[in-house]
C-alpha cells in the first residue's frame, strides 16, 4: 500500500525546536521529490520547503528561512524538517507530500505537482 506518514509534531514553546519526519511504504522516497506544506486555521495551505530529487536542491518559503531546514535522512526514506526558533505564525497541521519529477523554484509550491500526501502532524507554539 502506497503510504506518507508523518510524524514529530507537538505542542512546543516560541523559540524552542522540532523536528518533523516523513517516512513513506510502498514507494522509496529517496527517488521522489518531497516538500513539506502547512494549513494554519482559517488559511490556505502553504509551501514551507521542497528538497529536489534530481539535483538535491532546497527551498524554502521566506517566512521560514534561516529557521528550517530540511533533509533526507542517512536512514533510508526519511525526510526531515528540522524546524528551529518556531514563532507564534508557525503552528499548523504540517503534511508531507511527493513528487516524481524534480520541481524548481517556481513550482515546488503548485500542491497539484505533488503525488501523494500525508495526513499530517499537528504542530503547536504556545508558551
Known amino acids: 500500500q502506497v503510504k506518507v506518514v508523518e510524524s514529530g509534531g507537538g505542542l512546543v514553546q516560541p523559540g524552542r525546536s522540532l523536528r518533523l519526519s516523513c517516512a513513506s511504504t510502498g514507494f522509496n522516497l529517496d527517488f521522489y521529490s518531497v516538500a513539506w506544506f502547512r494549513q494554519a486555521p482559517g488559511k490556505k495551505r502553504e509551501g514551507v520547503s521542497h528538497i529536489s530529487v534530481t539535483d538535491g536542491s532546497r527551498y524554502y518559503a521566506d517566512s521560514v528561512k534561516g529557521r528550517f531546514t530540511i533533509s533526507r535522512g542517512r536512514v533510508r526514506n526519511t525526510v526531515y524538517l528540522d524546524m528551529n526558533d518556531l514563532k507564534p505564525e508557525d503552528p499548523g497541521v504540517y503534511y508531507c507530500?511527493?513528487?516524481?519529477?524534480?520541481?524548481?523554484?517556481?513550482?515546488?509550491?503548485?500542491?497539484?505537482?505533488?503525488?501523494?500526501w500525508g495526513q499530517g502532524t499537528q504542530v503547536t507554539v504556545s508558551s
Open positions: 507530500a511527493t513528487a516524481g519529477d524534480g520541481l524548481d523554484g517556481g513550482t515546488w509550491t503548485r500542491e497539484d505537482e505533488y503525488d501523494y
